[in-house]
């Protein structure tokens, strides 16, 4: 098949990874070339998976397994909360498309599931890939004729430059070869080896013949490894857990029963393991909140400011997170709580607002002048924020046994379940809302070179994205009355906190120990229940390991204060997201976005938040479409384009067909 040159040049891009994240970088693409046509674009679609959930968010997976964001709270569209230099296309947020387009589904369950989602609901994830894959053929359908978009289900290996110098050739893992004009790596979700402790238990459980399962995707990994009835002891108590603890019950036959005020029975189904759980905090992450705010949400933030973190920037001193950034998170999140407490809950707080909003803002937050205070004018002690306390509630516990460590935290989760889901708690959801506000905000000194290095690494990666999950990323709280009815039917035995674990080759067993209780558990099976942190270092995927081992694509690397050199893993681009080389350089045609790079951002937004996704996709798009196009040639008929003709399909923006 060939095609005879056209008038303009063609503009030939290549996206690898077609999660929501890629799929929206098509949607800006097709959003900017029909509002400012310059010619002709071919863009080619790489991924294994179908575009729109991509891995993560395939079809293909247990209908168990559901998101942790509310139906209201979830948009794969571009919104006028967005601000952008390209058109804004707005699109129906998830609970929108599951009242208008959810009728529409084919399939019976997720029919009936979209017709019965609330707003405050929590979703399958099989649902929500209907509604990325929703998205993702809304823009094919928007496309105007000058955009061709072609499929390729499979994974990109390499990338090389072409013979001419100035294109990039891309390598299919069937060995077809794209030529381009530049490639975005969208493949954020890739398998890593494990990272050194893991790949020692690893080794362990290998040469003793005992079952480990290391980091991953909990809907990826083998659990068949795992026995009916054997002990396993179980370290991570995050969203990873839940998938884990979801498809080792329920998934296996399970059922839990109703028996009124909200609690739930568990009944075996006799396949089910005994699950020894711990973590360093003890406890799973918080419920989500069920409630909305009875005050006005904030729109701007009023302690961690711009103006504020630009100051730390402009003193031409280090920036160290806890010392410097963290004082102004804590004030800002401490004032929304308080302020929706106040205003939203008339007579909870026993002074006008105007005097405790002066007062609040005169004194040092965290102070002992600070903590008197609060005490003395928040009369309720279940009113007053401690952000110290409800980051490691289980701290300074300890009791004589396991049945006492039960019994705290059994308390603990159901007080944390009824606050989550009584709006007298609201306060919970200001102080919610603000961890979300400061991200973009403190951004800019985070990508500060006079930001202290180590401070990064271990306060605000190591110690504050721990927080701000454990407190605004966890999971629905029916979970958390399942895991209780679990915990009650024997299911589950709580390990408490500050978790370790050893190996002991004479007994043939992993060992875990807590500081909450005396004593250890003995297991032949472990899984480390925990997402796998991406390293450029010890990736798998084909693709970037080339790229690696090349010095084409290279980790951020940042120099302490004593001169060490801390790799961070992530990978390196520079402003306008190009991949940055060995040398210095940045690849002018080869791009990265993604949670594996160094400027991140969420998949997907919430409504009305001007998310950064929304933003880099758009600057990275219109990037594309102004480079220099190659003088018009013939795009079909070349050696490097006729294999893909066999198993690809190409989408002409005219029409909703299936050309191939």
């Known amino acids: 098949m060939t095609t005879a040159p056209t008038s303009r040049p063609r503009l030939v891009l290549v996206l690898v990874g077609m999660g929501p994240r890629g799929a929206a970088l098509l949607e800006r693409l097709i959003s900017n070339a029909a509002a400012d046509d310059r010619g002709p674009v071919e863009v080619h679609l790489v991924d294994p998976f179908p575009p729109g959930g991509g891995r993560v968010w395939r079809d ?66 099989r649902l929500a890939s209907a509604y990325f894959g929703y998205a993702h053929e809304r823009s094919r359908r928007a496309a105007p ?114 028996v009124g005020d909200g609690r739930l029975r568990y009944e075996r189904s006799g396949a089910e393991p005994h699950l020894m759980i711990g973590s360093r905090r003890g406890v799973p992450y918080h419920a989500k909140p069920m409630y909305w705010l009875q005050t006005a949400k904030p729109t701007t933030t009023t302690f961690c400011t711009s103006a504020a973190v630009a ?83 289980l701290a300074g516990v300890q009791v004589p046994d396991r049945a006492a460590l039960a019994e705290v935290i059994r308390g603990y989760l159901r007080r944390d379940l009824a606050r989550r889901q009584d709006v007298t708690f609201s306060a919970d959801l200001g102080a919610f809302h603000a961890l979300l506000a400061v991200l973009p905000v403190i951004g800019p000194a985070l990508a500060s070179p006079r930001m202290d ?32 009815a679990l915990e009650e039917a024997g299911v589950v035995t709580f390990l408490g906190a500050g978790l370790e674990i050893a190996t002991d080759p004479d007994r043939r067993a992993f060992v875990a120990r807590s500081s909450s209780v005396p004593g250890e558990v003995l297991a032949q099976t472990m899984i480390d229940a925990t997402l796998p942190a991406f390293d450029l270092g010890r990736t798998v995927d084909p693709l970037l390991t080339a790229l690696a081992v090349r010095g084409e694509a290279v ?37 990265a976005l993604g949670m594996h790079t160094m400027i991140k951002s969420a998949a997907f937004a919430r409504p009305g938040s001007n998310g950064p996704v929304h933003r880099h996709n758009d600057q990275v798009a219109r990037t594309l479409l102004s480079l220099p196009r190659p003088a018009p040639t013939p795009t079909l008929g070349d050696a490097d384009h006729d294999s893909r003709l066999d198993h690809t399909a190409a989408f002409s923006g005219s029409g909703g067909h299936d050309a191939r």
């Open 311 to 393: 100051g730390l920037v402009a003193r031409g001193t280090m920036i160290d997170f806890r010392a410097d950034l963290w004082p102004l998170i804590g004030r800002e999140v401490t004032w929304a709580y308080y302020t929706e407490l106040a205003l939203g809950h008339p007579g909870r707080v026993s002074v006008p607002w105007a005097d405790f909003s002066a007062t609040f803002a005169e004194l040092a937050w965290g102070s002992k002048a600070y903590e008197r205070w609060i005490a003395s004018v928040v009369p309720d002690p279940a009113d007053r924020l401690d952000l110290e306390a409800l980051d490691r509630p």
């Open 60 to 125: 293909a997976q247990s209908e168990l397994l559901r998101l942790n964001t509310t139906a209201e709270d979830l948009t794969a569209f571009v919104d006028h909360s967005v601000a952008i230099e390209g058109p804004v296309t707005p699109g129906p947020t998830f609970y929108e498309w599951c009242r208008t387009f959810g009728a529409d589904l084919a399939e019976p369950a997720l029919r009936a599931e979209a017709a019965a989602l609330g707003p405050l609901d929590f979703p399958s994830r």
């Open 555 to 591: 980790s951020r690397v940042l120099t302490a204060a004593d001169g060490r050199r801390l790799d961070t893993g992530q990978v390196r681009v520079d402003g306008g997201h190009r991949l940055v080389r060995a040398d210095g350089s940045s690849a002018p045609r080869r791009f």
């Open 145 to 258: 004729t000058s955009v061709e978009i072609i499929t390729h289900a499979q994974r990109a290996v390499d990338v090389r430059p072409a013979a001419d110098g100035n294109r990039e050739r891309v390598v299919l893992e069937d060995g077809e070869t794209i030529t381009a004009d530049a490639v975005v790596l969208l493949n954020s979700h890739v398998d890593v080896r494990p990272a050194p402790p893991y790949a020692a238990l690893a080794a362990f459980a290998d040469d003793h013949g005992l079952t480990y399962v290391p980091p991953g995707y909990g809907g990826d990994l083998d659990l068949g490894l795992v026995g009916a009835g054997q002990d396993v002891i179980v370290r991570g108590l995050g969203l990873d857990f839940v998938d884990v603890l979801v498809l080792l019950t329920e998934g296996r036959g399970g059922r839990f029963k109703p």
């Open 453 to 484: 290095p180590r401070s990064l690494l271990e306060d605000f990666f190591g110690w504050f994205m721990g927080f701000f999950s454990f407190y605004a990323s966890g999971p629905p709280p029916d979970r958390l009355e399942q895991l209780l």
